[in-house]
């Protein structure tokens, strides 16, 4: 089955506790990146990559870090988390090739929230 | 710059009750338009698309046209059921591959 998965799906942390939120897809798609939902603001895009070894920044990049060393996954890493990046997270996926370049696949999210 | 702005939710509504979801956009050009749904507790999905104006996005009894006029593409389903209940969000694609959503719309439909 086609899917983007993203681990953990909940996770409660301290102010300064480094984590990785993990996302990985199995459809071979080139194009791989992070939003973040928050109320009333919608989804807001924090990073994306390309290719491998590829990334770049999205509109709401500050306190996060991304890597793509593998076609397949595209970790999300907050160092020093603050209380401001409580929020919903998503990774998603698209191809850069054929005829559905323009579709992006979502995983199911994961619950961040920092104390 | 490219902007997505939705009606505000909650909607609620009966089963069987006619749904519209307001969405206008602007943009520079013309560009793809979406609706992706959030069920709860999962990712978003894409519900439909519409590639250029006047086109008619359909899928699984939604409709959305792509109306340049009014810069608009409002969604709409005939006869809702409980299992719609769900977030609506309009989007359309900003630089490369980028999507710019709205702030979303809470459906909830009641039996």
């Known amino acids: 089955e086609a899917q983007v998965t993203q681990n953990p799906r909940y996770l409660i942390t301290v102010t300064g506790k480094k984590l990785t939120v993990t996302c990985s897809q199995n459809?071979?798609?080139?194009?791989m990146s992070w939003y973040r939902q928050d109320p009333g603001l919608g989804l807001r895009q924090i990073y994306y990559?390309?290719?491998?070894?590829?990334?770049d920044k999205g509109d709401v990049p500050e306190g996060y870090k991304v890597s793509r060393k593998e076609k397949r996954n595209f970790p999300l890493i907050l160092e020093s988390p603050s209380p401001n990046q409580t929020s919903l997270y998503f990774c998603?996926?698209?191809?850069?090739?054929?005829?559905?370049?323009?579709?992006?696949?979502f995983g199911p999210g994961t619950r961040l929230t920092v104390l | 710059g490219d902007s997505v702005t939705q009606m505000e939710g909650p909607v609620t509504l009966s089963e069987e009750a006619f749904l519209t979801i307001n969405c206008t956009y602007t943009?520079?050009?013309?560009?793809?338009l979406f609706w992706y749904v959030q069920y709860p507790g999962e990712g978003l999905q894409l519900l439909l698309k519409?590639?250029?104006?006047?086109d008619k996005g359909s899928n699984k009894g939604f409709e959305a046209t792509y109306r340049k006029e009014t810069t608009s593409f409002h969604l709409e389903k005939g006869s809702v059921q409980v299992s719609d209940s769900a977030v609506y969000f309009c989007?359309?694609?900003?630089?490369?591959?980028?999507?710019?959503f709205g702030t979303g719309t809470r459906l909830l439909v009641s039996p």
């Open positions: 998603a996926s698209s191809s850069l090739l054929g005829v559905a370049t323009d579709t992006q696949y």
């Open positions: 459809m071979n798609h080139e194009y």
């Open positions: 990559s390309m290719n491998v070894e590829v990334t």
């Open positions: 943009a520079t050009g013309y560009p793809s």
């Open positions: 519409a590639t250029k104006a006047d």
């Open positions: 989007a359309l694609p900003r630089g490369f591959q980028k999507l710019v």
